[in-house]
């Protein structure tokens, strides 16, 4: 499973290898990032069924109950991560003339965005409990944030630091 798991991301980071390359030029750094954060996260989603199918092994019956509880998961936490990201739009958009209040706002705003996503997690862990045994929603939760780890990683290395 660690294996499979290990050659999807791999693939994946190569595939989207390319978009990081040249996501650094100085003029249109901010714009270039929000694009390449909004590739990957889509991207991210067309495989994250089949990554989550590959890793966390369902009987028929659990996979009936999993999947539906499985997509509103996704609408809820798309929701909370939209803010995040929107946050780091704003911030891009703003980088080179940020005031020091509007950085404080964005400051909180991320932070309680990840808050909510925790929180999120949270909420859902007995509701998954409730359709699959809670190994099985253990290992979801695992390979749920390492997918978002993906993206977290490509926001943080894509997003310049005030002022530079």
Known sequence: MKLVFSCCVLVFAF???DRLAFAQTETAQ?????RDINLLRRDLRAEKKQLIAMN???TESEATKFWPVYDQYIADITTVYDEFYGSVKEYAAKQKTITDAESSA???RWSAALVQIAQM?????P???KVIPAKKTAVFMQ???RLYALI???VVSETPLLGK
């Open 143 to 145: 390979v749920d944030r």
């Open 15 to 17: 595939a989207t290898a």
């Open 56 to 58: 966390v092994p369902l």
């Open 152 to 154: 977290d990683l490509q």
């Open 121 to 125: 997690r949270q909420k859902y862990i």
């Open 106 to 108: 964005l400051m909180k």
């Open 127 to 129: 509701i998954f409990e």
């Open 30 to 34: 901010g714009v270039e990032a929000v």
